[in-house]
């Protein structure tokens, strides 16, 4: 197929800028819908479309277009692809399972090759299946244990337990290193995989061999699966005429949540706000804006950098409904990508203190790319930074007050970060 009939034959998509944590996946759903935007990029697509597109992907048996010619000006250097299929023929021929090596398998471990080529964990090929898991973490109804993972130092890592989850209800907490699951060692495994072999049907389970700092040795999680349903903005008025607002998720329902829970909070006219962003591992990059805007009249809230001639900025959308409100954002290392360009912006605009440990430290940018056979391509297309041109990619945001939460803390439903973040509205 020539590149323009392969171009007219993908389905339009509409593109979302993603700012979340790679390999996001609310641990969930085999069947999920409509994205790291990851975005809701395949929101307004045609589901029929769509779903032949999938079941073409999975059934399909031919390669095509096996010997065709690079086009003009595409390769730099002298590329010979004889060995690809020297390679492609030779594990046909002597693998010792061969006859389980099917050639979409082969395929679509080529492409994830290429991606991974770029060196940068964020850029990721996904095949059909996980692309549609990957496109509906954000719709907010899964099957799953409710957690987030990514790669950190090599090891599979939970990034963020969701808060009365299955996975948070078994006791794994942010940082926690994931040393086998079901028994089988995740050395080498890509954050794709793992969440594979992770995610489930509600009501089965999967046991996850946990180290974390403090324990003395690996110790086993059984997890039941269970039907995964996140508002991702929640709302309390304490007694204290503290009001808190929790963001989870920069998900589809963020921004009309956020809206409705800044109203609420002029409406109540509380002594003080906390906004609690511990374990939210982003999303949407306008979401991100849009939050930071209750806070921020006027300036730029992000700064994305594409080349260093090439950058946009995104300014403030002016609401600034709770600007004059004492505030204090609770961040821990599972808070991420959007929720860190919040935090990132109100401290350097000093709109708010923040309060708990180092972020996460995800400073770049990512689109999806649906391809027409029903999988996609998520790209990090630029650099993200703070209105003080601070890119926080691998260093983190250090909170203005450093509090740990312990696991004995824990154990005890204890939550200094909270008391110190509450500590601190009351002296204002």
């Known amino acids: 197929m020539d590149k323009e009939n392969l171009a007219a034959a993908a389905p339009a998509v509409k593109k979302r800028k993603i700012i979340k944590i790679t390999g996001l996946i609310l641990l969930a759903l085999v069947l999920m819908s409509a994205s790291f935007g990851a975005g809701s990029i395949m929101a307004q697509k045609n589901e029929f479309v769509k779903q032949a597109s ?73 095949e059909p299946k996980l692309a549609k898991e990957f496109a509906s973490d954000l719709a907010g109804t899964f099957e799953g244990i409710g957690a987030e993972i990514g790669k950190k130092n090599d090891i599979i890592t939970i990034i963020a337990p969701l808060a009365d989850m299955p996975a948070e209800k078994a006791g794994l907490k942010a940082g926690d290193k994931i040393y086998a699951i079901d028994g ?50 929640r709302t309390l008025m304490r007694d204290d005429k503290i009001f808190v607002i929790t963001i989870t998720n920069f998900n589809d329902d963020t921004s009309g949540l956020f809206k409705a829970a800044a109203r609420k909070a002029v409406e109540l006219n509380p002594g003080g706000i906390i906004l609690d962003l511990r374990n939210d591992p982003g999303g949407y990059l306008e979401t991100a804006i849009d939050v930071a805007s209750e806070w921020i009249d006027k300036g730029v809230v992000v700064t994305e950098k594409f080349t260093q001639d090439k950058k946009n900025e995104y300014l403030t959308r002016g609401t600034a409904r709770l600007k004059n409100f004492p505030t204090v954002v609770l961040v821990n290392q599972g808070s991420a990508s959007a929720s860190e360009i919040v935090a990132g912006a109100l401290k350097d605009y000093g709109k708010a203190t923040l309060v708990g440990e180092k972020t996460f430290g995800k400073g770049s ?3 999806l790319e649906e391809l027409q056979d029903g999988s996609s391509l998520k790209i990090t297309v630029a650099k993200w930074y703070t209105p003080k041109d601070v890119n926080i990619n691998a260093q983190g945001i250090m909170p203005d007050v450093e509090v740990k939460f312990t696991v004995d803390d824990y154990n005890k439903n204890k939550d200094p970060q909270m008391d110190k973040a509450v500590e601190i509205l009351n002296k204002k």
């Open 365 to 367: 940018v990512q689109t």
């Open 184 to 233: 089988k060692t995740t050395a080498g495994l890509a954050v794709d995989e793992a969440v594979s072999k992770i995610r489930g049907v509600g009501g089965t389970q999967v046991t996850l061999t946990i180290v974390r700092d403090g324990f003395d040795q690996a110790k086993d999680f059984t997890i039941t699966r269970g039907v995964i349903v996140v508002k991702s903005v």
């Open 54 to 126: 999938v079941k073409q992907a999975a059934y399909a048996g031919q390669v095509y277009n096996k010997y065709v010619t690079a086009p003009n000006n595409k390769l730099t250097q002298d590329v010979d692809f004889n060995l690809f299929w020297k390679i492609w023929d030779l594990l046909k021929e002597k693998y010792v399972d061969k006859n389980q090596l099917g050639d979409k398998q082969m395929f679509y471990g080529a492409l994830r090759g290429l991606a991974e080529a770029s060196g940068d964990p964020y850029t990721v090929f996904m």
